[in-house]
């Protein structure tokens, strides 16, 4: 018993130092991107965190922005940053257990005010809302729609930007947690 004791602190250890030398490396690939572009590094801006509403914004606490990249791309700001949040949750015996929730987000100022566009997966909790009347926007592809929950108060903008060439590469590439919002 004492060798499984020793043998689960011993991996845990090579488990941060293991992830700690990943995240100095990713942070140098970043930083050198940043410079080779003219961007800029920075390591935490929280002021992101609660900058947009809506999904994932709007969840957990101990909400913050790492390794924010900004700068320009095409002539518009850019900012890329990768975005967490933390919820919790205590089983029957009162044990509390931490979940940290953790997204890549990358925003961009468009030239001209646009209707809020969100496009989230589907889950058990939205087909519930849609069972209960809160309809989202059906788009031409019954694949999609199974996969993906549409909400906008332009049907037509959302139709014109989830053209079938969008909706597929959504469907295709993106993870089950993928937001994709225009707000």
């Not at 791309?73 to 979940?99: E, K, M, N, V």
């Not at 940290?100 to 468009?110: E, G, I, K, L, S």
């Not at 069972?131 to 926007?137: E, K, W």
Request: with cysteine; net charge positive; proline share 4%.
């Amino acid at each position: 018993m004492t060798w499984l004791i020793v043998g689960g602190i011993a991996l845990s250890i090579v488990g941060a130092v293991v992830n700690y030398v990943l995240a100095k490396k990713r942070r140098e690939l970043l930083a050198q991107f940043a410079r080779s572009n003219g961007w800029t590094l920075t390591l935490e801006d929280d002021r992101l965190a609660g900058r947009w509403d809506g999904t994932p914004f709007d969840a957990g606490d101990h909400r913050q922005a790492k390794n924010v990249l900004s700068g320009a791309w095409r002539g518009r700001p850019i900012a890329a940053f990768d975005y967490s949040y933390q919820t919790h949750s205590t089983d029957s015996q009162g044990h509390r257990t931490t979940s940290t929730h953790r997204f890549p987000v990358c925003a961009t100022a468009m030239p001209t005010l646009l209707p809020r566009l969100q496009v989230t997966r589907e889950n058990d909790l939205t087909r519930l809302g849609g069972a209960l009347g809160f309809t989202d926007i059906e788009m031409e592809s019954e694949d999609f729609n199974r996969a993906f929950r549409v909400t906008c108060p332009d049907r037509k903008f959302a139709s014109d930007v989830l053209h079938p060439r969008m909706m597929e590469m959504l469907r295709r590439h993106s993870r089950r947690d993928t937001v994709f919002r225009v707000a």
